[in-house]
């Protein structure tokens, strides 16, 4: 009994049980894992498979129709059989699309249904066959999408595109050295600085790559530059640490200059005046953007996101019959850069204002000699109108406020052409809206005596230009680059001939005439004088201030900035 007892409560081998009843469920669960693990590594060589095979297709996109690419000798199903034996694939289990890829959306071209249209992506689904090593049977897996639109769940998608790049706006690269004074004003109360000469910076040059590997804190992608706020003092730094390894010291000495005073907190993101689509990233990294430029568009948007826009500060200029003379210019906004496929957005730019006030005094004396002496004269003949045979002075004094509105130039990339490389902007400049309002009054002085306001002339005209479309062609790589700009519309809106057509009113000692011959006498002496004046305005005044501009009244300046052909890139 006691034998018995003892050999109950030995607990030996006790273990052995559970370990047997264990290794079902361990040895299943070991089987499961390797079969799934086969599966996993099949899914992910369909999908390299997939991916691979879609760029071989995109490349052989050559231009030709869906029909032409997808037949049995296309260019399209060879590159595919290649590339499905050089990956020792089945060809028979490719699914291969042509089509478009637009707003993330993949648009198939059937062959069959239209056989005309021209692909630009290309969409692969791979699938293959796995046996289970443990279980019976096995499973088959697909790269497979959940619509005919789209890339669904991992289908490899690829588009062959080509990208560039343009610029359109107000270029200061073309300023000349006597108009450095202007200028400074204008760049260096945009960036809080002492006047400086910028004629160092004429002709620089630097790509957003450049830029961003030499940020003083980070480096920056040029996507990362594109989308992040910089301080304008980093910014600076890094572009005076580019052009020295370029060895252009001069353009970085002008840099370092303006850096002692510049704001050590303003910022500034290039992507609010640069426009970069999806996949156009290497085209806006390597192309050569204009440093003055850049610092001028950026010097923009710091103060037009503080509400302000960029003036150019208040100028007398001296012109022979103009007593005084102020003017003003104000650009509203920046250059704007574009880089993407065609066709592209449409971007607008360079709205400028021009305010300009002359005060008028002209003064003559005449005799019975004033009608002989030149009848061209205003004031003279006049004169000699009022009282051929009396001494008889005349004054015209008074303002003549001139208001010149540019609105926005817009363009878009329409056209590259990879054939025969180049590009193509179209554009619109739109409308200029140019005011004048003479406010003249004609004094006499008769026998010594004032006859003040014998007569008082207004005048109101003003020009308005309609919007008009322009194509542009720059051909690669001759006429790309800052350097060379081409300009579209009007170059300038001259002043002269502003009033030749003109209404008046006129009023002769206080009296109104309306006596047709009597307004049409006198207007028509006023005007041809004040022509006369305002063609002096054009060449002491308006002229150069379009050339501190760099502004197109009336028109715009384009410049091609890169261009790249037939890259191809995964979209889904």
């Given at each position: ?55 071989d ?8 129709t ?49 056989p ?13 066959s ?31 595109q ?18 450095s ?6 760049l ?52 005076i ?5 370029q ?160 609105a926005?130039?817009?363009?878009n ?28 009054n ?36 001759s ?86 052909c ?7």
């Amino acid at each position: 009994m006691a034998r018995w007892q003892r050999r109950s409560r030995d607990e030996r081998g006790a273990v052995l049980v559970f370990v047997c009843i264990a290794m079902v469920a361990l040895i299943g669960s070991a089987a499961m894992a390797v079969d799934i693990g086969r599966e996993t590594l099949r899914n992910r060589h369909i999908e390299s498979v997939a991916d691979v095979v879609a760029f071989d297709a995109a490349r052989a996109i050559n231009g030709q129709t869906v029909s032409q690419l997808s037949a049995p000798t296309g260019a399209v199903t060879v590159a595919v059989q290649e590339s499905a034996t050089r990956n020792n694939f089945p060809y028979n289990q490719l699914a291969v699309d042509l089509g478009t890829f637009t707003n993330g959306a993949f648009t198939r071209q059937d062959p069959v249904a239209s056989p005309a249209a021209v692909p630009t992506a290309v969409r692969v689904a791979a699938s293959e066959s796995t046996n289970f090593l443990f279980a019976r049977g096995g499973i088959t897996g697909s790269r497979s999408s959940s619509g005919s639109t789209g890339c669904g769940s991992g289908m490899a998608c690829v588009v062959k595109q080509s990208t560039a790049g343009f610029s359109i706006g107000s270029w200061l690269a073309s300023i000349s050295s006597g108009d450095s004074a202007l200028l400074s004003g204008l760049l260096g109360d945009a960036f809080h600085l002492n006047a400086v000469s910028y004629n160092g910076l004429l002709n620089s040059t630097l790509t957003l790559q450049q830029i961003g590997l030499n940020m003083p804190v980070t480096v920056l992608s040029p996507t990362q530059l594109l989308s992040t706020s910089v301080s304008i003092h980093d910014f600076m730094l890094a572009s005076i640490a580019a052009l020295n390894a370029q060895g252009n010291t001069t353009a970085a000495n002008v840099l370092n200059s303006m850096i002692l005073n510049a704001s050590t907190t303003g910022t500034v993101k290039l992507g609010d005046f640069m426009t970069v689509a999806a996949g156009s990233e290497t085209a806006a990294a390597t192309a050569s953007l204009d440093v003055l430029s850049i610092l001028t568009a950026s010097a923009m948007v710091m103060e037009k996101n503080g509400g302000h826009a960029l003036s150019i500060p208040t100028t007398t200029v001296s012109v022979p019959g103009i007593t005084s003379i102020t003017a003003s210019a104000t650009v509203i906004s920046p250059p704007v850069f574009y880089f993407g496929t065609a066709p592209g957005p449409t971007i607008s730019t360079a709205q400028v204002r021009v305010t300009v006030t002359p005060v008028i005094n002209l003064s003559a004396g005449s005799g019975n000699t004033a009608c002989t002496v030149s009848l061209s004269n205003l004031l003279g003949l006049l004169g000699c109108l009022l009282n051929p045979l009396l001494p008889v002075g005349v004054t015209l004094n008074g303002s003549l406020p001139i208001d010149l509105t540019a609105a926005s130039a817009t363009a878009n990339l329409s056209a590259i052409n990879c054939a025969t490389p180049s590009i193509t902007v179209a554009s619109t400049t739109q409308a200029v809206n140019l005011n004048a309002a003479a406010n003249l009054n004609l004094d006499v002085t008769l026998l010594g005596s004032p006859l003040l306001n014998a007569a008082r002339v207004n005048i109101a005209a003003g020009v308005k230009t309609t919007a008009t479309p322009y194509t542009t062609t720059f051909n690669y790589p001759s006429e790309f680059g800052p350097s060379h700009t081409k300009s579209v519309g009007s170059s300038t809106l001259g002043l002269s001939g502003l009033l030749n057509v003109s209404s008046a009113n006129i009023s002769v000692l206080n009296g109104t005439l309306n006596t047709a011959a009597v307004s049409t006498l006198i207007s028509g002496l006023v005007v041809p004088v004040l022509n006369s004046l305002l063609g002096s305005l054009d060449t002491a005044l308006i002229l150069p201030i379009s050339r501190v501009l760099g502004a197109k009244f009336g028109g715009a300046d384009i410049a091609a900035l890169g261009m790249s052909c037939n890259t191809v890139r995964l979209v889904g």
